[in-house]
């Protein structure tokens, strides 16, 4: 493998144009602190186009789709959801004594503030930041990569969100025009189109969600885990049909009616989606 910065630009020269449409490269067998891997973030070609990531295992990545407003964001349901939102959010807000304020981080000079922030939330004598991390992080803020989010409470914060963003944000999805539309006519026969749907997804809270009086030990959990399984039948371009089983765990009894506990949950759903 090449180890200085311009062999590896010649390389990926060459890899980008043999695969032009490529949105990713991978590498096996690079070891985390490598010469190779120092080059490689280094390299113009990589730093133009690409973020180097050493991913040990399984990637699991999920994508949220929000609104670009809170109001919008609560449009989206009934009026009994959007007061029981409301609800919630008030009494946050009582519970802490001040006001709720969501803060996002993408600039450079954010960057310590928000790193001391996350040792702040892993307990009292939280250590200060990792000087590697700090330039790490400085970097992606300079180069548009970084996007961080810090939920504060009076003024402290009780919850951070780190993560890295890359290329366009996911607006929509293009419209997927099946083969074959459905269509019981002789002669046109079709069926449309099926997708295969599943996900797994981890949740873990901070105890400050319990200790900053936000919820309630013996009723809530700060662990769950969630898996969903289910299809989306196309039908044609225009229309779609969404099923799914959604399961959840519990790492503690939750109280879903008054008295009442349960370790899991279990969702099942079907949505009717029609494009104009």
């Known amino acids: 493998m090449p180890e200085t910065p311009r062999a590896i630009d010649s390389l990926m020269d060459a890899l980008l144009a043999k695969f032009p449409g490529a949105g990713g490269l991978e590498f096996f067998g690079v070891d985390a602190d490598s010469r190779f891997r120092r080059c490689l973030e280094r390299a113009n070609s990589v730093r133009r186009s690409f973020l180097v990531e050493h991913r040990p295992g399984l990637n699991r990545i999920d994508l949220i789709s929000l609104p670009d407003s809170f109001d919008k964001f609560l449009a989206k349901y009934d009026s009994k959801k959007r007061y029981n939102l409301k609800r919630q959010l008030r009494v946050a807000r009582e519970s802490v004594g001040g006001d709720l304020v ?101 949740l873990e809270l901070g105890g400050q969600v319990f200790t900053g009086g936000l919820a309630d030990p013996n009723l809530w959990t700060r662990k769950a ?52």
Request: proline residues 6%; aromatic residues 14%.
């Open 225 to 276: 885990q969630m898996t969903d399984v289910g299809f989306n039948w196309c039908l044609n371009r225009f229309v779609k049909m969404y099923f799914d089983w959604e399961h959840t765990e519990f790492a503690n009894p939750v109280a879903y009616r008054p008295g009442a506990f349960q370790l899991t949950n279990d969702l099942y759903w079907l949505r009717f989606h029609v494009y104009f």
């Open 102 to 202: 969501l803060e996002r981080i993408e600039r450079p000079d954010q960057v310590l503030g928000f790193l001391r922030d996350i040792e702040a939330l892993n307990g009292p004598n939280g250590a200060e930041p990792c000087p590697n991390e700090v330039e790490l992080c400085r970097d992606l803020a300079e180069r548009g990569l970084l996007l961080g989010y810090v939920l504060r409470a009076a003024g402290r914060p009780i919850a951070c969100l780190m993560g890295k963003e890359y290329g366009e944000t996911l607006r929509d999805r293009t419209l997927i025009d099946p083969i074959h539309p459905f269509d019981l006519r002789a002669g046109h026969f079709g069926l449309g189109a099926l997708e295969l749907t599943a996900r797994y997804s981890e």
